[in-house]
Structure formats: C-alpha cells, structure tokens
T-cell receptor, first 122, second 114 residues
Framework: GAVVSQHPSRVICKSGTSVKIECRSLDFQATTMFWYRQFPKQSLMLMATSNEGSKATYEQGVEKDKFLINHASLTLSTLTVTSAHPEDSSFYIC??????????????????FGPGTRLLVL | GENVGLHLPTLSVQEGDNSIINCAYSNSASDYFIWYKQESGKGPQFIIDIRSNMDKRQGQRVTVLLNKTVKHLSLQIAATQPGDSAVYFCAENMPQGGSEKLVFGKGTKLTVNP
C-alpha cells in the first residue's frame, strides 16, 4: 500500500525545451504533494508544496515561472520544467501525503516518496 | 548553505557488525523525525520514525535514538547486511508558518563489506 509512481523515470531533452514530470498516488488520495530536487551526492531539497486544487507554495529561491506545478486531482501532480537548461539537470523526486484518512495503509503524517525522475538537459 | 557539499560522510562496516549513523538537526521546534534509506537512482525509502515525546524507538533490526537536548538523532542497524548499503538521510518535520515541511540532513553513505 501507499504507492507513489513517477513518469518518466528518466528523460533527456535539448536546452530550451520544456519537460513535464508526473507524480501519481496509486492507491490513496494525496491531499498534499511535494516536489524535491536532488543533485549528485547531495541531499533532497524541497522545491514546492502543492495542495489539491490550490496554487503551489514554492520554497525560497525556486522560480515558480520556471517550475510549474499543477495538482489538479487527488492522485496526480505534475511538475513542468520550462525552458530547461543544463543546470536544471537533476534528480526530481515527488512525495505524497494524505490527511483524508480512509485508507488503513496510509499514515496521515507520512510522506510517501516516488522513485524519482532523472532529467538530463543537453 | 544548507545541504551544500560534494562529499557525503561515509561509514564502512563489515557484514554482521552493528552500524550507527548520526544526524544533527537544526530546529528545536521540530516534533517528528524520520530516517530514510536511498539506494542509487531510487527515491527515499522510509525506515523508521520517532516523535519528539519519545527518546527511543525500535523496529526490525533498527533503532532510532533522539536526544532533544543536543538536537541529535542516531540510527542503529543491527547485524548489518550487504543489502543495507545505501545512503541514509535523517529528516525533521519542521514547522513553517502554519504548515510543516521535511528538511533532510546531508546523508551518510553506508558501505557493508562482505
């Protein structure tokens, strides 16, 4: 239970193009989804928090016009990296949490992480 | 700045030994702490958590200790196995303006030698 998936698992794109990454909670409704970025040999850094149906809250230093987040349903959030550049190459990881309860396998205070998406911008 | 650095702390142990991984957290108001295991190219995997009203919690082969006085967490892995080789992160659930967020530590790379 409490499975989060991401698609694609890896993507290579040209500089200047946009890339969309999907995050899905497969067996529970995620009231909140989080997007993290992780550079090699470094820790996870929170980029933004999104609640279903409302605008995402971005961390300081994260450009909201560059990293577009949509959380249109309780099982799907998307991160779009617009006009990607080589410095955006990173491992992007989402997590999901649920305050709704209902599913016995979901702890309400736990973030369940996806497998990550490796982005390489050439 | 936070989490800056290209060199992860490393711990190398022999198979069967016990491992202890340490972590310092930053905010005395944090009330919930989690240890994650991350294998190469994968997302973090939950190991064990502890709330601030506890100082010790045990799971299967793992124990987390919390010392709020010095803002320190440790993860003990008993009878370490090669499959335990990974990077381990502690995370604190930090209050932030009416909501909360997870702040991850720098991580420790554990290598288990057969």
């Amino acid at each position: 239970g409490a499975v989060v998936s991401q698609h694609p698992s890896r993507v290579i794109c040209k500089s200047g193009t946009s890339v969309k990454i999907e995050c899905r909670s497969l067996d529970f409704q995620a009231t909140t989804m989080f997007w993290y970025r992780q550079f090699p040999k470094q820790s996870l850094m929170l980029m933004a928090t999104s609640n279903e149906g409302s605008k995402a809250t971005y961390e300081q230093g994260v450009e909201k016009d560059k990293f577009l987040i949509n959380h249109a349903s309780l099982t799907l959030s998307t991160l779009t990296v617009t006009s990607a550049h080589p410095e955006d190459s990173s491992f992007y990881i989402c997590s999901a949490s649920s305050l709704a309860g209902g599913a016995s396998w979901v702890d309400q205070e736990t973030q369940y992480f996806g497998p990550g998406t490796r982005l390489l911008v050439l | 700045g936070e989490n800056v650095g290209l060199h992860l702390p490393t711990l190398s142990v022999q198979e069967g030994d016990n491992s202890i991984i340490n972590c310092a957290y930053s905010n005395s108001a944090s009330d919930y702490f989690i240890w994650y295991k991350q294998e190469s190219g994968k997302g973090p995997q939950f190991i064990i958590d502890i709330r601030s009203n506890m100082d010790k919690r045990q799971g299967q082969r793992v124990t987390v200790l919390l010392n709020k006085t010095v803002k320190h967490l440790s993860l003990q892995i008993a009878a370490t196995q090669p499959g335990d080789s990974a990077v381990y992160f502690c995370a604190e659930n930090m209050p932030q303006g009416g909501s909360e967020k997870l702040v991850f530590g720098k991580g420790t790379k554990l290598t288990v030698n057969p």
